[in-house]
Structures are given as C-alpha cells and as structure tokens.
C-alpha cells in the first residue's frame, strides 16, 4: 500500500515511522461534521472539510471564532467528479468521511437533485479514494436507517444483511450506495463502512424529518412549547456519539465494505420526552408528539458496528439530552442562537 510523504511522521518515541491519520470530511458544516470537527480538534488530528458554499452556522455552535478561523476547508459541489478527486488529492487524507448529502424532504421534492448529490456525490467519492492508489485507506460514510421498511416488513430483529425495501427516494438512494461501496471493494479494493443511523439529536440536528427530537431539546431551553411530528418506536443517536462512531469506523474499516446498522438508543418517541422532564421538569407538559411513528422499523441489531468498533459510544440518555439543554442555553446567553 502506497503512503504520500505527507502522511509518515517518523515517531521518535518507537524510533521508526508511523502513519498519521488525516481525514477528508464531505458535508464537515452539517450537524454530524461539525462534531466530528469539534472531537477531531479535541484529540489534534489533521483534517479538511469539503462542502458547498460557505455557511458557519452549525460551526459556530461548536467552535471558537478561533478555531473556525484555523480549519482547512475546500469549497465544490459533491456531484462534481473533478472537483471531488482533486479535493481528495489536494487534501492528502489517509481516510474519508463522507457526509454531503441532501435529506428525505428535499430528496422527496426533487429526486433527481436527491440522485444527483446522494449518489453521484458518493460514486465520486469512491472514485476519488479509488485514484488515491492506496492513499485513502478507508471510507467511512453516511447511509441511514432510512433503507430499512416499516416494521410489518419484518420478523424479528434487523441485522445488517437483511433485505430491504425503503419507502423513500432517499433510502433507495442510500441503499444504492451501499451497493456501489460493495462493489469498490470487490472491484478495486477500496474499503468502507456505510453507517445507518436513525434519528440523531444535539447541538446543529434542526433540519430533516426526524430533527423532532433535536429541536424539542431548543424549545426546552428556551422555555417554549413544541411537538415533535411523529411518534412511537425511533432510535435516538445523539450527536456526539454518531460524531465518534463515524471517526471511529474510518479508523478501522480499512478491509471489506459493510454497511452497518445504528441502534443508539431504542425507544419511543414519548420516552424520549419523559427524559427531558425528567431532566428539565418546567418542561413537564410542553414537549408532546403527534402523528404515527416514521416508517421505519426500529428493532434493530447493531453487532456489526460493535464487532468493528470494539465498543459503540454510547452516552446514556438522560447525560446527552442535559447536555444538550445546557448547550443551547449557553448559545442563547451568548447571543450565538436566539431562543
Ligand atoms: N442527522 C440524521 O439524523 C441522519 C440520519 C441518518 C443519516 N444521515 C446522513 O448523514 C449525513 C449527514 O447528516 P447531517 O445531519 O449532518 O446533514 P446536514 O444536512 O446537516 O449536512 C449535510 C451537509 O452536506 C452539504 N452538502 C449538501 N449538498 C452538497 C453538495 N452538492 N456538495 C457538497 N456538500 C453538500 C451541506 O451543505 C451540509 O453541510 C447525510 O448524508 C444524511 O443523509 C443523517
């Protein structure tokens, strides 16, 4: 396997040369790349964000003005295979998170736009860690839990190879990608996990079919009622822990091409909201939910993700969802956010 000498730092520690981790982040503004910026910043590692056009909303919720300031960023659309492989050439990443994409309302409004950025955006990825001759060692991207059906579906628990008819553009999309990364493998070596997460809540998640949760927590925080727009069985992944997962998995799948299954925390939608009372009881009865449940099974099996990880992250409820509160307040005092 072939290394760029940008990627060797001789370690004088074990007197001989180690290979550096750097990532190459597609979509690194959203929610789930601003915290994989924030807990790669934390432990020091290099990386690059490749996104659409400048937009430090999210960021700005996670980061300094300073730390904004010192991010490597490369600006280009996803869809574009040129700019995708000279960003991944210029960035001289030894592995690749793949996030850019465009989520279930916009996909739904616009299918062809949903192809174009879901799925050509990620063949081009693919085929700009194929051309990295070795580089990129491995690609860590988004699918969802969107490729799994409603739960009559199913018996029994999902496992990570069971067959699936979504009831979405998006989720045929993801599964799409999840075949094409199989095929990368089988065709030319290059190896990837696709992780499927379900509903993830925390700091910057406001946009998309399930942020219900995420903005339920921002309501909680500044004192105002909301109701989520579904209810009944979901799976809760909370931001930080996704964040890590995602890191995690590019770190080490660097053999095969799963496509993982994402449980975080199995429950309803009205347990989820007896935990923010719990936490906040002033919100006791401003937080309701309404509508069936997403058409999504939520009985799901995550050994996959465990076998690869070792351990899943995994912050229990009650801790992130007050974390979360305790963010946004401080976001609101700051005048970041306004409540
Ligand atoms: N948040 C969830 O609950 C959830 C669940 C399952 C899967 N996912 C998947 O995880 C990924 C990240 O989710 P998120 O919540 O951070 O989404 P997000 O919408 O917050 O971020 C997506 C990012 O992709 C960028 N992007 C969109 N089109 C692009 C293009 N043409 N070129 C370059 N960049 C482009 C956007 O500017 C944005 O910064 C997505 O692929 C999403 O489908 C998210």
Redesign the pocket.
Known sequence: MLHSAANVDHDPAFGRCRIVDKFFI?????????WIVRRLLDEGTPFTI????P?DQ?LQQLLSADESASLQRIF????VTQTVEQAVQESGATAII???????PTCRANPVLGA???VL?TLNVFEAARKSEGRIRSVA??????VIGPPEDYDGPIVDDTPHRPRTH?GYF?LTNEGNARIFWQDHGVASAG???????GI?????L??GPSLALRATAAGQDYTISFSGPCGF?Y?RD?ADQFIGCARKATAGASALN?VGHCGTVEDFISVIEEVAPDARGSIRCEGGPLPVAAVIDETGLRELLGTVPLTPLADSIRDTIDRYKDLFDRGVLQP
């Open positions: 597609t979509g690194g503004q959203g929610c789930i790349g601003a490749f996104d659409l056009a937009n999210i280009g659309d996803v869809s793949h996030l850019a994409g465009l989520q279930i174009t950025v879901n955006g991207y988004a699918s969802s839990a969107a998006y993801k992780l499927r997460p379900y509903a993830v809540y910057g998640r406001e946009l998309g399930s942020s992944t931001t996704i994402v």
